[in-house]
Every structure is written in structure tokens, then in C-alpha cells.
């Protein structure tokens, strides 16, 4: 199952998130039927949305994580909420890129550092909070934590991974996100910092029958891990038909005309679950009554 905590060690030095998100992408996944690479970065900026949406305070509170390098992957989409419910999707979901050296899949290359990472948070006010930097990485993970010391001034370590299966399917995916927390002694930092270096791949810890608590302390030994919450995650998209019917609302009655005297009907796509609506016959007479 996939889920995420919410955690800190004892003596109050940082907190944690973590999260197993392998259905979660692999649903993504069957919805685009991306490549490798392309599930890899959809996958950590997909893990990356559950735990950053979890730390905003009110159901009704969403986050738009907007990330463009200009690299061939083109704009990678994430929306979520503070419930666990995350949806996405990448302009190129056909991107295909030869291995790094090491191995592992370029999601770097794939996602480019000629742009930026923009996170929009709306939380019920006049305007949403809108935050911008520049990407240094394209790996998305190290663009987050910069986003975070930039626009936030906090310092957060972030490392999301994904373990692609031969079949394409998702084998495993998680993270965590960790934010020290102002009274934190040198020594723990050292500590801290110690830990982060001394990591193993990621996907590899959640590639395995533990549960995230287990990996929590796994990773975290050198402290003591309480962890106060837990939510279950997934893949969530709310599009519908009322939906739809507004964006062809918003087209306006002269294009929306032109449209039905060609074709006499239109099907639209959803671009976050690749769901399909078709409007003809009556459905479009209807919404042009109702455009006057």
C-alpha cells in the first residue's frame, strides 16, 4: 500500500516526511504510457507533490509544482492536496534517453537546466503564493531542496527515487524530505549530514517488504524517530464531464460554432489521466443555449 508519515526525532532537531509512492506512479504510468525516463522524473516530482501538499494545513489547500528545463521531456505538471491525492503528467511522455554512466536513468538530461522550478500554493486567499528558482540540476530532487533554501530560507535535504522493472513497470518509488528545525545543535547537523552522505540509492531501501516507519528508522538510526501521522496516497484525478463541459464554455460561441459545423462533435482529453469526453448531438446544443 502506499502511504506517507509525517515525522521528527525527539529531541526536536528536524522533521520528517516520507512516502512509498510505487502504485501511485505506476498508475501514473498506465495513464501516459511513458518511457522509462519519462516515469522516472513524472515519479519524483509526483512523490515530491504528496509530501510537499502534506505539509499544507487545509483540505481544501492545493500545490502546483510547474517544472520546465527546455529539455525534451518539455513541462512536467504536478497538482496535490494535503489528503494524499496527487496527479500529473509530462508534455513528453515519449522521451527516450540513453543511460547515464552509472547506470541509472538521465532525468537531468531529460527534464534540461535551461528554465525553472515554479511552485504555486493556493490556500484560500486573494491570491495564490507563487515561488520561482532556477533549475540547477534537472534531477528534480536537488531542484526542490534549492526551491525550498531560496524562496522559503529552509534548509531541506530531498531524495526521491524510482526503480523502473524491465517490463517498464514501476518496481519501486518513494522519498522523504527532511527540514532541520531552528534549534538544531552542530552536532546533530554533523550527524545529520553524515546520514545524507552515507545513503544508499533510494529506490533501493523502498524496493523491499519494509514499511516506511521501518525505513524511517533504517535510514535515520543515529536518532530517535517519532513518527505522529500517516496518510494513505494516490493517483487522483477529478476531471469530469461538468469540467470539460466549462473549458468548451470558455472557448467562446463563435470558435465553439465553427467547431460543430466541421466536425458536429468534439472529444476532449484530459491532460493529467488521458480520460476521454466526447460532446455531440444534444450534449453540444445544450452548451451553446447555455453560452446564449
Do not use: W
Amino acid at each position: 500500500m502506499d502511504y506517507m508519515i509525517r515525522a521528527m526525532d525527539k529531541k526536536q532537531t528536524f522533521r520528517l516526511f516520507m512516502a512509498r509512492s510505487t502504485n501511485t506512479v505506476e498508475e501514473a504510468r498506465q495513464h501516459h504510457n511513458t518511457t522509462p525516463t519519462a516515469s522516472a522524473a513524472l515519479g519524483r516530482a509526483l512523490t515530491a507533490g504528496l509530501m510537499m501538499g502534506y505539509m499544507m494545513k487545509n483540505e481544501k489547500d492545493r500545490l502546483t509544482i510547474n517544472i520546465n528545463g527546455g529539455g525534451p521531456i518539455g513541462t512536467i505538471l504536478i497538482v496535490s492536496d494535503n489528503s494524499g491525492h496527487v496527479k500529473g503528467y509530462v508534455g513528453n511522455p515519449n522521451v527516450d534517453l540513453e543511460l547515464k554512466e552509472n547506470g541509472k536513468l538521465n532525468v537531468g538530461g531529460a527534464v534540461g537546466t535551461e528554465g525553472k522550478l515554479t511552485v504555486m500554493m493556493d490556500i484560500g486567499m486573494k491570491e495564490p503564493y507563487v515561488g520561482s528558482t532556477d533549475l540547477a540540476t534537472g534531477e528534480i530532487g536537488e531542484d526542490i531542496a534549492l526551491y525550498y533554501y531560496l524562496s522559503e530560507q529552509q534548509n531541506t535535504a530531498v531524495a526521491l527515487g524510482v526503480l523502473v522493472d524491465i517490463d517498464y513497470s514501476i518496481k519501486s518509488s518513494g522519498g522523504f524530505m527532511v527540514q532541520t528545525l531552528p534549534f538544531i545543535e552542530e552536532e546533530d547537523l554533523d550527524k545529520l549530514e553524515n546520514t545524507l552522505n552515507n545513503l544508499k540509492s533510494i529506490s533501493d531501501y523502498f524496493n523491499s517488504e519494509k514499511d516506511v516507519e521501518e525505513i524511517a528508522k533504517e535510514i535515520f538510526s543515529d536518532f530517535d524517530i517519532e513518527v505522529f501521522d500517516r496518510i494513505p496516497v494516490s493517483f487522483n484525478c477529478d476531471c469530469s464531464e461538468e469540467r470539460m463541459e466549462q473549458a468548451l464554455i470558455s472557448i467562446g460561441k463563435k470558435d465553439l460554432k465553427e467547431i460543430i459545423e466541421e466536425d458536429e462533435k468534439i472529444e476532449t482529453v484530459c491532460h493529467f489521466c488521458n480520460k476521454k469526453y466526447m460532446f455531440e448531438g444534444e450534449k453540444l446544443k445544450n452548451i451553446l443555449k447555455y453560452i446564449g
